[in-house]
């Protein structure tokens, strides 16, 4: 008898070793990946993800995201969009986790089922598809994902009764997309909600009033004029200029970590940047400073806020199933019941499992120059206005007239 409830009590903690062993998997190489990323080797991290995104687990979704960010950020865009939209079908699948593996959830942590993402993950899927596409000059398709990121807003404040605003950065892409097609009337549609969404922000004054003009919104452009002082740019309008647009991606987004009011559920925490903003230079023509557009670190930050209580409420869930399946083997062996009560508990964790190497915050730099070949460099700024160190190398830029060339920095630091 005795023999029998050692082999017992090992068993036990041999499960619960094991359990603990698998939960740290994914944490060990998003550590070993991250670290090529913050050191720009993007294709190396690539290469590493690529085979944990290709096979069928519970952590691929989240393997996908990070895939894709890393072939995103190496500028294999195509690559990237291929990660991305499979991420994106993914995370739209409904039911493909099963009770049972729900049920054993409850027993020991979110970590035993399949990630579905975060919502400001799931949105910010499309807002990288957007961005990808406006890289390769698939205008069209940008459009397509800006507009289908705010559907997804949209369904989950209906269906899910949340109460998320539309995207802004999604707006002001779709925006961009419009006006390099010459759609003026869909361009200043969507210029007009990124307003409407942010309250306004330096670079998209000169984008109201320009987009208003071409449009022939005369009403409009007079009152834009008149709100913020100013008269379009010359330069916007003459039929021989382009304009580059940067895209930077500042900082580090928030980390996951033990809620400490709560520890079986995770809470989001900001992590420092010393880099701000970014400054694009142009040979022969100026500098120009990045305008915040989006803040992910916020939006991270304020989703999970609003999911607390559906976290705490099936976690506490969870401390009743165990306390009735640890009674149940108690009742028949005192011993085994109370070490399995304490390993369950010690075995039900945080899941920390999210979209790791997302930025902070969204920022532009736009520059209407005459058509030809540029040469840019972009330098980032602390919040002293001290350069950090983290500058982009020096580029050649195609520019055509009356067309955008849009190029991409991510800063780390």
């Known amino acids: 008898m005795i023999k029998k409830q050692r082999q017992a009590v090992r068993s036990v903690l041999l499960f619960l070793f ?102 400001y993950e799931k949105v910010l899927i499309n807002a990288y598809l957007a961005m990808n ?58 210029y007009k909600n990124t307003y409407d969404l942010t309250g306004g922000f330096k670079l998209l004054e000169q984008d109201l ?9 005369s009403e409009d452009y007079y009152k834009w004029k008149s709100q913020f002082g100013q008269d379009i740019e010359p330069s916007s309008l003459k039929p021989n200029y382009g304009e580059i647009v940067l895209i930077y991606e500042q900082g580090n987004g928030p980390r996951k970590q033990p809620n400490p009011e709560f520890i079986r559920v995770p809470k989001l925490y900001p992590q420092p940047s010393r880099g701000t903003r970014a400054r694009l230079s142009i040979d022969g023509i100026g500098e120009f400073d990045t305008g915040l557009v989006y803040n992910i670190e916020t939006v991270a930050i304020q989703t999970l806020d609003d999911a607390y209580a559906g976290l705490i409420a ?24 109370n070490l399995l009560w304490i390993g369950l508990n010690l075995a039900d964790q945080a899941d920390l499992r999210q979209w790791s190497t997302l930025p902070e915050t969204l920022q532009v730099a736009r520059a209407w120059v005459p058509a030809g ?41």
């Open 209 to 217: 009033i320009r987009a208003a003009k071409r449009a022939s919104r």
């Open 373 to 413: 070949h540029y040469t840019i460099r972009v330098r980032t700024f602390d919040h002293f206005g001290e350069p950090t160190g983290e500058d982009m190398p020096p580029q050649t830029l195609k520019v055509s007239p009356k067309r955008k060339t849009f190029v991409n920095w991510r800063s780390f630091q």
């Open 18 to 119: 094991l359990f603990a062993s698998g939960c740290s998997t994914f944490s060990k190489t998003a550590s070993k990946t991250n670290r090529l990323i913050y050191q720009r080797e993007f294709l190396k991290a690539a290469e590493q993800l690529r085979p944990l995104a290709e096979t069928n687990s519970d952590d691929q979704l989240v393997y996908l995201l990070e895939y894709g960010t890393a072939l995103h950020y190496a500028g294999k865009y195509g690559e990237s969009n291929h990660a991305f939209l499979r991420a994106d079908k993914l995370s739209e699948i409904q039911d493909y986790t099963s009770l049972s593996r729900e049920a054993g959830s409850l027993l020991l942590n979110e970590g035993m089922v399949q990630y579905k993402g975060d919502d």
């Open 314 to 337: 099936k976690r506490m869930a969870g401390v009743a199933a165990k306390a009735v399946v640890a009674d149940q083997v108690r009742q028949k062996n005192k011993l085994l019941g």
């Open 133 to 190: 596409y406006l890289f390769l000059g698939e205008l069209d398709d940008a459009v397509v994902e800006a507009r289908r990121l705010n559907e997804k807003l949209r369904k989950y404040k209906q269906e899910a009764k949340r109460n998320y605003q539309q995207n802004a950065f999604a707006r002001y892409l779709s925006a961009m997309a419009w006006e390099d097609q010459r759609n003026w009337d869909s361009a200043y549609i969507d």
